[in-house]
């Protein structure tokens, strides 16, 4: 037995990857991000790089996080978006003031505050997720075809026929229960 934390789910767009901290909501949910340190690990794996995290900023992360998750379900099923999840989002993208820069080698850098460099990541994520629900990014919200999972994620695929949030973990389980499902009545096995 390991008291190690559960592992990240890393992806492409950085919103989505947030909302990822929390999988499983429709099974069996695994939080990702359990303790300030985990939230410090997950800033850092994505470039937003903080010192440390308070217990209540993990809370406010969380509670952007759930907003993200609520906005771009409701965008991705083309429902009307809920106003407190707006209001989250919209605070959080506010309150935030870092700056990207520009680095040597030619790519963006997030320059956050030193007075506030956990509300600086988080509105950098909630900038990040107003970019993708208000139609500012190619690309298409879709919620994962997982009956246990329905993540919504960003599909950037040219045909805009992706079905899973991913391939390594969502669309895997469900190849291996569809050749578990066939093979189930086979007799001699189990
Ligand atoms: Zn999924």
Do not use: Y
Request: charged share 20%; hydrophobic share 35%.
């Amino acid at each position: 037995m390991s008291a190690e934390p559960p592992e990240f789910r890393l992806g492409t767009v950085l919103a989505t990857s947030f909302t990822g901290t929390l999988s499983e909501r429709h099974g069996e949910p695994v939080e990702r991000i359990p303790t300030p340190g985990r939230l410090v690990d997950w800033l850092a794996v994505n470039g937003l790089e903080v010192p440390s995290c308070s217990t209540a900023q993990l809370e406010s992360a969380r509670e952007l996080r759930e907003a993200i998750h609520a906005a771009a379900t409701a965008a991705a099923v083309d429902a009307s978006l809920p106003e407190a999840a707006i209001r989250v989002i919209n605070e959080c993208s506010i309150r935030g003031c870092a700056s990207a820069v520009l680095t040597p080698a030619g790519q963006r850098h997030w320059s956050l505050s030193p007075h506030s460099p956990v509300e600086d990541a988080l509105g950098v994520i909630a900038s990040d997720a107003i970019s993708i629900i208000g139609g500012g990014r190619d690309g298409r919200l879709a919620l994962c075809a997982s009956t246990t999972c329905r993540a919504a994620f960003f599909d950037t695929s040219r045909s805009r026929t992706r079905r899973w949030c991913e391939m390594n973990t969502c669309g895997n389980r469900e190849k291996k229960a569809r050749f578990n499902a066939t093979h189930r009545s086979r007799p001699g096995t189990g």
